[in-house]
């Protein structure tokens, strides 16, 4: 019962190096959801893919970019890391329609980005 | 735009007591979902109860249960008999049906004491 897995689990860059988080459910899911989570702040929404072939920005889309790579699938990219991307990336999924129970969200278990 | 606040910043109380975090939220919609998430030290977010904002009927799950006041837009959670694995960061979170996106309060840390 894997669920959303992540990885890495952990990363340190230099500022202006780039890097790919990896995430990927095996749930069957129609949606999935990059967030940030900064300290005492709630989670953010970085982007998003309500479905296979479509993204959307969120709160916080600057300085990244994704990739829907198949239905399983959802990659977060950092082009140029800088200093105020340090933080810890969530990635979630959801099966998404009218009802509640669609609408949950599951989340992976996080990555802490520190960018130098 | 929608906002959700969590006023209480950090609580703590004795192992089998009963706790209550609060939730505030702002919405001019009508129809919309309620979330309580709990993050313990392993970073893991993890789905505690969910409500439904039509539904009258507060949720239970075991020894969480919420206070859905529509009107007031307060959705606060009760933690009964509380017990040390509950130690945890509780998240409140908001979402309007199809908008995919979940609005987040700044969270509770919540500690229970042996």
């Known amino acids: 019962n894997a669920g959303v897995t992540q990885t890495p689990k952990f990363q340190v860059l230099k500022t202006g190096q780039s890097m790919t988080l990896q995430c990927a459910q095996d749930?069957?899911?129609?949606?999935m959801y990059w967030y940030r989570q900064d300290p005492g702040m709630g989670l953010r929404l970085i982007y998003y893919s309500a479905s296979e072939g479509t993204t959307d920005k969120g709160e916080v889309p600057n300085g990244y970019n994704v990739s829907r790579l198949n239905k399983r699938e959802f990659s977060l990219r950092l082009e140029s890391a800088a200093p105020s991307q340090t933080s810890v990336y969530f990635c979630?999924?959801?099966?998404?329609?009218?009802?509640?129970?669609?609408?949950?969200?599951?989340f992976g278990a996080g990555t802490r980005l520190s960018v130098l | 735009a929608q906002t959700v606040t969590q006023s209480q910043p950090e609580m703590s109380v004795q192992e089998a007591e009963t706790v209550t975090l609060s939730c505030t939220y702002d919405?001019?919609?009508?129809?919309?979902?309620l979330f309580w998430y709990k993050q313990p030290p392993s970073r893991q977010m993890i789905l505690v109860i969910r409500q439904e904002a039509y539904k009258q009927q507060n949720a239970t799950e075991n020894r969480f249960s919420v206070n859905f006041q529509k009107a007031a837009k307060s959705f606060s959670l009760k933690i009964s008999d509380s017990q040390l694995g509950d130690t945890a960061m509780y998240f409140c979170a908001f979402m309007r049906p199809l908008s995919y996106q979940l609005i987040w309060g700044a969270g509770t840390k919540l500690i229970i004491k042996p």
């Open positions: 749930m069957n899911h129609n949606s």
């Open positions: 919405t001019s919609e009508n129809n919309y979902y």
């Open positions: 979630a999924s959801s099966e998404a329609g009218t009802l509640l129970g669609k609408n949950i969200q599951y």
